[in-house]
């Protein structure tokens, strides 16, 4: 069963979290971390009163955007303690109620993966995508999704062809490869041609000469590889 969560939902989607932490953190009266006066974020439990209301309330609360910045705000002060709303609402309801509330789309819609140029950010967020992905399977297999198909519904395959390619020239080349192989393999299985890949993929001409060009330039050759090492 799956619902429509608004997008304001994304708070939920911090990563990198401590589960003893998000514990301490919701079920504080008064976090002492959340307020202490070097590290800490007056205020806290006023705005995230919402969190106590029930699952529904929570995910559509007007607070949600300030929780947000709060949570920023904390993660920013003690790198070495991270925490996450997603984290908080799990404990608190548990995974078979947030994998119910939230599909493995809506998921990707709230991270804006695309969006975020840090490498650092950008493999937060996917782990965190891989770890929804895999509660939302376990609670409901017989709707199984698999990581490249979600990414492939969310950017579609134009956009996702591009994010490879500039992940592919960053720190992160070797788990961008995997990306682009599964991608190629994908391609091949749908019998898509090497030479159509500027007017099928990329809906520009093959004379296309925009700033762009150059990423799919790079795709296109390497796809091109791709099926000469397979064929």
């Known amino acids: 069963m799956s619902h429509y969560i608004s997008p304001i939902a994304i708070i939920f989607l911090l990563v990198c979290v401590s589960v003893s932490d998000s514990k301490r953190l919701f079920g504080a009266q008064t976090p002492p971390t959340m307020v202490n006066e070097d590290r800490?974020?007056?205020?806290?439990?006023?705005?995230a009163s919402p969190l106590?209301?029930?699952?529904?309330?929570?995910?559509?609360?007007p607070n949600l955007p300030l929780?947000?910045?709060?949570?920023?705000?904390?993660n920013k002060k003690n790198p070495d303690r991270q925490v996450s709303l997603v984290n908080m609402l799990s404990t608190r309801y548990g995974e078979k109620a947030l994998a119910e509330a939230l599909s493995a789309d809506d998921i990707f819609a709230m991270l804006k993966i695309s969006h975020d140029p840090t490498p650092a950010m950008i493999d937060s967020k996917l782990?965190?995508?891989?770890?929804?992905?895999?509660?939302?399977?376990?609670?409901n297999p017989l709707h199984v999704k698999d990581e490249l198909t979600v990414l492939r519904d969310g950017f579609g395959d134009s956009k996702l062809a591009m994010w490879i390619a500039k992940l592919m020239?960053?720190?992160?080349?070797?788990?961008?490869?995997?990306?682009?192989?599964?991608?190629?393999a994908r391609w091949y299985e749908e019998k898509a041609a090497p030479a159509g890949i500027f007017t099928h993929v990329f809906k520009v001409s093959d004379d296309y000469r925009g700033a762009d060009v150059i990423w799919m330039r790079w795709i296109a050759k390497n796809?091109?590889?791709?099926?000469?090492k397979i064929t």
């Open 40 to 47: 800490g974020i007056p205020g806290w439990n006023k705005i």
């Open 67 to 74: 929780m947000r910045r709060y949570v920023d705000m904390f």
């Open 169 to 184: 020239h960053g720190p992160d080349s070797d788990k961008a490869t995997l990306y682009k192989d599964w991608l190629f």
């Open 127 to 139: 782990e965190a995508l891989r770890g929804y992905i895999f509660v939302f399977n376990r609670k």
């Open 52 to 61: 106590n209301q029930g699952l529904s309330k929570a995910l559509g609360s």
């Open 223 to 228: 796809y091109n590889f791709y099926m000469d």
